[in-house]
């Protein structure tokens, strides 16, 4: 029996809340932040098929392939996490952003992680894939926009799987240790990875163009803008600029390279400085 979207967004984010809350005890125990990347990774499909179930009709076509692009999506991003090694502490293991915050928050980590790493994840779920979850919880078809959304769906996706593949490849090798990765799709932008990312958000906004509920619809906007938002502004290309802030190297390479949109020089899409 379908509900109203309010109460399903509803308990669908309290069901998200509760397992980035058993992440976290997980990870007190284990005194690594790293599993707040697994949490976040799992969180989207589990939302997503909630809302879909919620909808009270799941098995149709048009919803089931979301749920396969938004599977494919966090199991390249458990496989990602799996296999880098660049950004994570050499004793521990632990991603260094992470431990740099358990080490400033000392005695006060017990409650300060969830407060500050992983309630803010809970949000930022259900805020970029909203889009997503209203096409779960309403009727969809076939339109213009939702096979264009996920042709740029899969552009996106192709483009950062892509970039990963390569940095991967790129710090692997040992004469490479310490050097900045410029080359392949790191040639022309700094973050083809997020350029990536951001696509595939763009994608599922056009797919939510879907939804017979005009408001849900404009909502969708939050997906693609929330993660543009965050990876430019926040925990993303910020963290990055600061981290490699005193290497000359990395300041050429930014100041010669797209800040974002992928091109042969640098354009004015980048953000200036």
Known sequence: ???SFGFAFLFTYLVIL???GGFYVLAYFKKS???VDIAFGAAFPLAAILMGIFSGVFFILNKIIVILLILLWGARMA???TLRNYGKDEQTG????FKEYRDKFGDAAKWKGFVILYFPQSLLVMMVGFPVYAVMNTATSFTIAYIVGIIIWAAGFAFELVADLQMWKFKQTDENKGLIMKSGLWKYSMHPNYFGEILQWSGFFLVGLTSPNPWLQVLGMMGPITIWATLMFVS???LLDNRYKDIE???EYRINTNRLVPWFKKSP???KD
């Not at 632990?94 to 952003?97: A, F, K, S, V």
């Open 18 to 20: 509760a397992l980035f």
């Open 94 to 97: 632990e991603d260094r952003r």
């Open 1 to 3: 029996m379908a509900v």
């Open 79 to 81: 496989i990602t996490l």
């Open 249 to 251: 190297d990395y300041q």
């Open 236 to 238: 993303g290309i910020p």
């Open 269 to 271: 899409l980048s953000r």
């Open 33 to 35: 932040y790293n599993t």
